[in-house]
């Protein structure tokens, strides 16, 4: 049971590269969501989607770009890399959106920008 | 504006003792409460929740505690093991948002 899957784990990168972190989960879920964590800010909500076709900005939208063509996979796109954007990302899913669905997290992609 | 507060960014507790995590939020609207563990490497995992209609959660060692009047939640581990030493987040979600707005976290220790 792989529930929500993260890649890549690692990645270096150099300031105005661009890439994209992916996220699939296999359970059907319609909500999933990305998150960054870094020190001392706890999980900053980037983007969410409530169905596939359907996403929103976050709390730190700016930089990062989402789309979402199934309801299996959620990809965050980095337009040019920024050492301000050096975290780990975490991508997450549940079966909706309300506050009383736990939401099922991968084990991050940890990223440094040169 | 941190509307999820973690003031503690640490906190070590003997194996065998109680370890008290504690919340602190601002928005009155908050409605639902959740914990969530981290390991080093992983993912964060929930742990436990509680609704704003309800001032007590338990299951098994670990209880949530709901002030309303105080807008203070606190998790409590009894008795605490090596095994919950991660960092915990709070978090909470409310009728003017349905999304999860989370702590920056207290990293546990628990020692023998």
């Known amino acids: 049971n792989a529930g929500v899957t993260q890649t890549p784990k690692f990645q270096v990168l150099k300031t105005g590269q661009s890439m994209t972190l992916q996220c699939a989960q296999d359970?059907?879920?319609?909500?999933m969501s990305w998150y960054r964590q870094d020190p001392g800010m706890g999980l900053r909500l980037i983007h969410y989607?409530?169905?596939?076709?359907?996403?929103d900005q976050g709390e730190v939208p700016n930089g990062y770009n989402v789309s979402r063509s199934t309801t299996e996979d959620f990809p965050l796109r980095l337009l040019s890399a920024a050492p301000s954007q050096t975290s780990v990302y975490f991508c997450?899913?549940?079966?909706?959106?309300?506050?009383?669905?736990?939401?099922?997290f991968g084990d991050g992609t940890r990223l440094s920008i040169l | 504006d941190q509307q999820v507060k973690q003031n503690s960014p640490s906190l070590s507790v003997q194996e065998g003792r109680i370890s008290i995590l504690n919340c602190d939020y601002t928005?009155?609207?908050?409605?639902?409460f959740l914990w969530y563990k981290k390991y080093p490497a992983e993912g964060p995992t929930f742990l436990i929740s509680?609704?704003?209609?309800?001032d007590k959660n338990e299951d098994g060692r670990f209880t949530v505690f709901l002030n309303k009047s105080a807008k203070h939640l606190s998790l409590h581990i009894v008795p605490s093991q090596p095994g919950d030493s991660a960092v915990y987040f709070c978090?909470?979600?409310?009728?003017?948002?349905?999304?999860?707005?989370f702590g920056t976290g207290t990293r546990l220790q628990v020692f023998p």
């Open positions: 978090a909470a979600s409310g009728t003017d948002t349905d999304k999860l707005i």
């Open positions: 989607s409530v169905g596939a076709g359907i996403t």
């Open positions: 359970m059907n879920h319609e909500y």
């Open positions: 509680i609704s704003s209609i309800k």
């Open positions: 928005n009155s609207m908050f409605d639902y």
């Open positions: 997450a899913s549940s079966y909706s959106l309300g506050g009383n669905q736990p939401q099922h």
